[in-house]
């Protein structure tokens, strides 16, 4: 089984067996190595460039809100984990015992 060396995007169904259909371009156009389109105009070009800034766009807010809620969540847990141990018995008579041995 050989790879081709050029992929054809269309935004419609297409006779082409090897042509993929993809809905958010509104030409057909030719994809060749490492992700290069061949043959194409500016319109397509700056059109082709506002999908990538929108894709790169929300990428950006999907990290930086995992990001976001992870650190609260994070600090949820330290301060539950370093509260719980001193509800109950008074905050301070825990460390009072632990400073002057007594209490």
Not at 4 to 17: C, I, M, Q
Not at 51 to 70: D, K, Q, T
Not at 84 to 98: A, D, I, K, L
Request: glycine share 10%; hydrophobic share 40%; with cysteine.
């Amino acid at each position: 089984m050989t790879i081709p060396v050029t992929t054809s995007l269309v935004p419609t169904p297409s006779v082409d067996p090897h042509a993929k259909q993809v809905p958010y371009l509104s030409f057909a156009a030719v994809v060749g190595r490492n992700s290069t389109f061949h043959l194409l105009t500016s319109e397509q070009l700056d059109e082709i460039g506002g999908i990538e800034y929108r894709a790169l766009n929300s990428l950006l807010w999907i990290i930086g809100s995992v990001s976001f809620l992870s650190s609260l969540a994070e600090i949820h847990a330290q301060g539950f984990t370093f509260t719980v141990p001193h509800r109950g018995s008074g905050f301070g008579v825990c460390y009072h015992r632990t400073l002057y041995g007594y209490g």
